[in-house]
């Protein structure tokens, strides 16, 4: 079964500091992947995908993930932080067919 | 636009009353989900549908009901609601069927169950 692990629960970096959130999958096929981003009190955005291809990928607020197959990883990179930017990320992945499996959420804190 | 519109934003119930959360879409897709988010849990998939007159449970269904009324409207209900119960409750939408492509999601509605 699809797993998704995000092995930080919060994360605070200084505003201007650079930015990486882990997220480890677990998944037989290639798999779609996918951040998302929560606003207090707000709904999920989406911030990037995977699909095939490059695996580097850009995303909305000058955010990337790099896809690494033999790690099975997609982190997601960000060279310096806006105090905006504290949010709850999420890593999710799905496959054709199939739902996607979010993971359990990484808490950024911006300090100023 | 309006995007994913869920209602009520709030709600307390006691135990054991029933209620029905409404979401509805205006960008015409064909899939809609309904998921719920507790703390160090992320979202888990209550129930889906595919397309209009499919439904189908995912990770927790137990507990819930749902109808897809028409395209634009797909409702989750709760018949006798129990404190585990109590979460922020997602309704989202997809219009890639099969694909597990972009959900649009709505503002949430958060459930308390005395």
């Known amino acids: 079964a699809q797993s998704v692990t995000q092995p930080d629960i919060h994360i605070t970096v200084s505003e201007g500091a650079s930015l990486e959130l882990r997220c480890n999958y677990s998944y037989g096929a290639t798999p779609y992947l996918f951040w998302y981003v929560q606003s207090p009190g707000q709904g999920l955005q989406l911030l990037l995908k995977?699909?095939?291809?490059?695996?580097l990928v850009q995303g909305i607020k000058g955010f990337e993930a790099e896809f690494k197959r033999s790690q099975s990883s997609f982190n997601l990179r960000k060279p310096s932080v806006h105090w905006s930017d504290a949010a709850e990320y999420f890593c999710a992945v799905g496959e054709y067919g199939n739902k996607l499996v979010f993971g359990a959420g990484t808490i950024l804190r911006v300090k100023s | 636009n309006a995007g994913v519109t869920q209602t009520p934003k709030f709600q307390v119930l006691k135990t054991g009353q029933s209620m029905t959360l409404q979401c509805a879409q205006d960008m015409n897709h064909n899939s809609m989900y309904w998921y719920r988010q507790d703390p160090g849990m992320g979202l888990r998939l209550i129930y889906y549908s595919a397309s209009e007159g499919t439904t189908d449970k995912g990770e927790v269904p137990n507990g819930y009901n749902v109808s897809r009324l028409n395209k634009r409207e797909f409702s989750l209900r709760l018949e006798s609601a129990a404190p585990s119960q109590t979460s922020v409750y997602f309704c989202a939408s997809s219009g890639r069927a099969g694909v597990p492509g972009e959900l649009f999601f709505g503002e949430g509605s958060r459930l308390t169950v005395l």
């Open positions: 995977y699909f095939s291809g490059d695996t």
